[in-house]
């Protein structure tokens, strides 16, 4: 097993299964030796889903207050991390919806919530919420619609120049 994102992954659960148990600093050194072995450190406090999917974790960092769905890929150097102060509802990190998709560098922070099949591009810093199915891209990130709303207004717009 040489992947460093399943190392990642595999070394949060312990780190995880020791946390719940009040384990506390057992949880923490199993964390600081999973970050050394494979370059991603994951608060052993961060909720995670079954199906992560870490693409070569190196420099991955996620936050004690990161709640993170099922079935989300995080690639490399990926910031999951708190800004000033608590949202609405308390808390100070990202919450990621089910089957999110991280481009590489990506830096999420804040309370903000990334809504289910959501994508955010390669170096996108977000620092708003982004709708279910919508994708994020550039410093700051802007939102771009479902692609399938994107093809249909294009081509209705194309449409009403041609006929008028």
Same mark, same amino acid.
């Given at each position: ?45 961060? &909720?995670?889903?079954?199906? +992560? ?12 207050? *990161? ?12 910031? +999951? ?13 990202? &919450? ?21 099949? *959501? ?38 717009? !194309?449409? !009403? !120049?041609?006929?008028?």
């Amino acid at each position: 097993m040489t992947n460093r994102g399943a190392w990642a992954a595999r070394g949060y659960r312990i780190a995880r299964w020791l946390w719940v148990r009040k384990h506390r600093m057992l949880a923490l050194l199993v964390t600081t030796a999973t970050g050394t072995v494979s370059g991603a450190e994951i608060h052993p406090q961060a &909720k995670i889903g079954r199906g +992560l999917g870490i693409m070569h974790g190196f420099g991955v960092v996620i936050t004690a207050d *990161a709640e993170i769905g099922e079935h989300c890929t995080i690639m490399q150097g990926v910031t +999951l991390g708190v800004r000033s102060g608590p949202g609405p509802d308390g808390r100070y990190g990202p &919450k990621l919806g089910n089957r999110v998709f991280i481009g590489a560098n990506a830096v999420l922070l804040g309370p903000i919530t990334i809504g289910d099949d *959501a994508k955010i591009g390669a170096g996108a810093v977000v620092l708003c919420d982004v709708p279910p199915g919508c994708t994020a891209v550039g410093n700051p990130a802007r939102i771009l619609p479902p692609k399938d709303q994107r093809t249909n207004s294009t081509s209705a717009s !194309s449409q !009403s !120049s041609a006929g008028g």
